[in-house]
């Protein structure tokens, strides 16, 4: 039991509350001998190990199994089981799997769709003109958008939070400063809302396109006539003409149905089906007349009837499994090995497992299918057991693959 | 079976026997209730356990029983007898509750006593190894005259050894037995107070009707003189003893139903089936 990182040798706190309980292990905190009362309040939570769970522990360590927790990641997937790949095993196997933190630079460089002020806000903007900063944009004459106004303080929200100051820099790479967003001084254009807009799009800031990109404006004025639309009222007559218009438009052909026929008998397929959904009888339903399977009058063997009249097909428990995601309170906590004498086990080299336990309690409820099908798949092929925990009394059930017996002669 | 009273009075020490048979030797105090008797209760994952030896005798005083949760601290490697801590049903924590007759022990994090408790640790440890060395040498002696009485030959240079022996043994502090508690060892050396264990009790109450049921058929059989386990090995809510666990058999699984529950047939019948195969009789209990 235990491991050993960085030349130190460590206990896991189940283990080692289990050999002070043994006597084997003193633990000692601030120069003070721990008793096991200490040991169990600080070791035992719900955070680490939970008391049942190291219940569990206990009772299987004194009957003398080798006891390890649980990693999922460390098990082979089923393909890479499939494959047969040789298992690699690093010598400290419960190191912590290395965070990967999302790297700073890539929330700055990479810029969303171009943000504009909008026209309001910039018409209110009476920000000064910083004379060197001010970027010669290719904005068409009849804006009145004051993308030629120095409004600085709308455009450099990227590059740092304080808008307040004028030396900015703004050819600078976003990358050299910190990304903390203020978007509450990011303006972002109402392009839906029915006041008085312009119909383009001012282009973005040239400094945060990559490389030789240039963007012109954006001509919104066809997307706005889209939005916004009401329902007209149409009087009769202009309803029937545009009926009218609607039929005679209507080819047969352009429907995706009728293109997905290859041949005339297809085609009268679909018409009969179209016609019996419109008398309300599913077309799944048998329609004509009702005769045996198999006529009796044919001999074949007993297996190939059965198979041909089955109408339940078997499936086995790890049907489906994949697609399952995890859950929060079922999860497998240890692997349990036979003791020495009946296998050989290695720290090393630990071998497969004898079978790996959940634990649970007679308070909480029964695993359903889908938790069974779930560890089943986590497990692999080594059978998952079940220990339910009742106040000091621990049961142990497992549930069994098993597919009915057919009686069949070769 | 008795456990040995000189060292039970110290909840230090943890290598003697379960307490749980030193309680039957005084059945008379079912119904007396000390007010010097408060019993502490640690939590541990939100699991009410008693530590120390005196609690566990009143808590079987007042008839309730728990579970042994621990290693037994003479032969920890077996799972037939299991020692402290023990651990309380929620009814029994409620019971033990509502008679004011527990209360919560105090946290890990005294580190008011924390000076003082190492320079106590630091003299026990010193005059344990003063004394340990003494019987060492004492051992050592015994061992080789018991050597020089049984065999004949190299009498003289065994007789050299033992007078040497006096002069050069030395006992290593590495090969000193050391004793680990059971129970902190803070709590020995305060009074126990009434009002220093119940300041802090924590609220952990799980009012489900469910809840409130068992705990209503709990104190009612227990206020007719039953024992009480618990009985989810057998499907049932309560295993129910005419008396003492270690005296008796249980004779009923208690299932505890609310009032307006209706039961389906097939459930009563796999019950009754399991009664009967286990020798117990069902009890459908509700309030």
């Known amino acids: 039991m235990g491991f050993s990182e960085n030349g130190k040798q460590y206990l896991l706190p189940e283990e080692a509350l289990y050999l002070?309980?043994?006597?084997?292990?003193?633990?000692?905190?601030?120069?003070?001998?721990?008793?096991?009362?200490?040991?169990?309040?600080?070791?035992?939570?719900?955070?680490?190990?939970?008391?049942?769970?190291?219940?569990?522990?206990?009772?299987?360590?004194?009957?003398?199994?080798?006891?390890?927790?649980?990693?999922?990641?460390?098990?082979?997937?089923?393909?890479?089981?499939?494959?047969?790949?040789?298992?690699?095993?690093?010598?400290?196997?419960?190191?912590?799997?290395?965070?990967?933190?999302?790297?700073?630079?890539?929330?700055?460089?990479?810029?969303?769709?171009?943000?504009?002020?909008?026209?309001?806000?910039?018409?209110?903007?009476?920000?000064?003109?910083?004379?060197?900063?001010?970027?010669?944009l290719a904005a068409?004459?009849?804006?009145?958008?004051?993308?030629?106004?120095?409004?600085?303080?709308?455009?450099?929200?990227?590059?740092?939070?304080?808008?307040?100051?004028?030396?900015?820099?703004?050819?600078?790479s976003p990358t050299s400063r910190s990304s903390r967003w203020d978007f509450s001084s990011i303006p972002f254009p109402d392009v839906g809302s029915s006041e008085r807009h312009p119909s383009c799009l001012a282009p973005p800031e040239p400094s945060l396109l990559p490389g030789d990109l240039t963007v012109g404006v954006c001509d919104i004025a066809s997307w706005r006539r889209k939005i916004n639309l009401r329902m007209v009222k149409m009087s009769s007559k202009e309803q029937k003409r545009e009926e009218d218009k609607r039929r005679r438009r209507w080819d047969v052909n352009k429907d995706r149905e009728v293109r997905r026929c290859r041949n005339w008998a297809e085609y009268h397929e679909l018409l009969a089906r179209r016609q019996r959904k419109r008398k309300g009888r599913p077309a799944h339903l048998w329609n004509r007349e009702v005769t045996p399977l198999h006529d009796p009058r044919q001999p074949i063997p007993t297996g190939e009837l059965l198979d041909k009249i089955s109408v339940i097909k078997s499936t086995h428990l790890?049907?489906?499994?994949?697609?399952?995601?995890?859950?929060?309170?079922?999860?497998?906590?240890?692997?349990?090995?036979?003791?020495?004498?009946?296998?050989?086990?290695?720290?090393?080299?630990?071998?497969?497992?004898?079978?790996?336990m959940c634990v649970c309690s007679f308070d909480g409820p029964v695993p359903d299918l889908r938790v069974i099908k779930l560890l089943a798949f986590q497990s692999g092929d080594i059978p998952v057991v079940f220990a339910v925990v009742d106040h000091g009394d621990i049961s142990f059930y497992t549930f069994k693959d098993f597919q009915l017996p057919t009686d069949v002669f070769p | 079976m008795l456990a040995d009273p000189a060292v039970s009075q110290t909840s230090m020490c943890s290598y003697w026997l379960s307490p749980v048979c030193g309680v039957l030797e005084s059945p008379s105090m079912d119904d007396h209730q000390d007010s010097s008797l408060v019993v502490g209760v640690g939590l541990c994952d939100s699991a009410p356990l008693l530590w120390r030896l005196q609690d566990l005798?009143?808590?079987?005083?007042?008839?309730?029983?728990?579970?042994?949760?621990?290693?037994?601290?003479?032969?920890?490697?077996?799972?037939?007898?299991?020692?402290?801590?023990?651990?309380?049903?929620?009814?029994?924590?409620?019971?033990?509750?509502?008679?004011?007759?527990?209360?919560?022990?105090?946290?890990?994090?005294?580190?008011?006593?924390?000076?003082e408790l190492q320079r106590r640790f630091e003299e026990d440890q010193q005059r344990s190894f003063e004394e340990q060395s003494v019987l060492a040498l004492e051992d050592r002696k015994s061992a080789l005259l018991r050597a020089m009485t049984s065999s004949h030959t190299g009498e003289s240079a065994l007789r050299r050894r033992l007078e040497a022996l006096d002069h050069s043994f030395t006992f290593p502090q590495s090969a000193?037995?050391?004793?680990?508690?059971?129970?902190?060892?803070?709590?020995?050396?305060?009074?126990?107070?009434?009002?220093?264990?119940?300041?802090?009790?924590?609220?952990?109450?799980?009012?489900?009707?469910?809840?409130?049921?068992?705990?209503?058929?709990?104190?009612?059989?227990?206020?007719?003189?039953?024992?009480?386990t618990s009985a989810g090995k057998f499907g049932g809510d309560f295993l129910v003893y005419p008396g003492d666990p270690l005296r008796f058999h249980a004779h009923f699984i208690a299932v505890c139903l609310m009032l307006d529950e209706s039961v389906c047939l097939l459930d009563v019948l796999a019950v009754a089936r399991l009664g009967s195969n286990v020798k117990k009789t069902v009890l459908l209990c509700s309030p």
């Open chain 1, 140 to 172: 068409s004459p009849d804006i009145q958008t004051a993308t030629t106004s120095g409004s600085d303080e709308g455009r450099s929200w990227w590059t740092t939070d304080d808008l307040g100051a004028s030396d900015k820099e703004l050819h600078h």
């Open chain 2, 176 to 228: 000193m037995a050391v004793q680990l508690s059971t129970a902190r060892a803070g709590l020995s050396y305060c009074p126990e107070a009434r009002a220093h264990l119940q300041a802090n009790w924590p609220i952990r109450e799980q009012n489900s009707p469910r809840s409130d049921a068992r705990c209503q058929v709990f104190r009612d059989l227990r206020g007719r003189g039953f024992f009480l």
């Open chain 2, 57 to 115: 005798k009143t808590v079987r005083s007042l008839g309730l029983v728990g579970a042994l949760l621990g290693s037994l601290p003479r032969t920890p490697r077996q799972n037939q007898r299991l020692g402290r801590p023990l651990l309380l049903l929620p009814e029994e924590e409620k019971l033990l509750r509502d008679e004011e007759a527990a209360g919560a022990l105090p946290g890990q994090n005294q580190d008011v006593g924390g000076v």
């Open chain 1, 318 to 356: 790890l049907e489906g499994a994949s697609r399952l995601k995890g859950s929060e309170e079922w999860r497998i906590c240890f692997n349990v090995y036979q003791p020495d004498t009946v296998a050989d086990f290695k720290k090393s080299n630990p071998g497969k497992p004898y079978s790996r």
């Open chain 1, 20 to 136: 002070m309980e043994c006597g084997n292990v003193q633990v000692f905190y601030r120069d003070l001998p721990l008793s096991i009362q200490d040991g169990y309040e600080r070791f035992l939570s719900s955070a680490t190990v939970s008391l049942q769970q190291y219940q569990v522990f206990g009772h299987l360590k004194r009957l003398g199994y080798v006891v390890h927790r649980f990693d999922p990641s460390s098990e082979p997937s089923s393909y890479a089981r499939q494959l047969n790949l040789p298992q690699s095993r690093d010598r400290a196997g419960r190191q912590l799997k290395r965070k990967r933190s999302p790297s700073p630079t890539a929330t700055c460089s990479y810029t969303e769709a171009p943000v504009e002020p909008t026209v309001e806000k910039m018409e209110e903007d009476k920000c000064s003109l910083e004379g060197d900063h001010v970027k010669k």
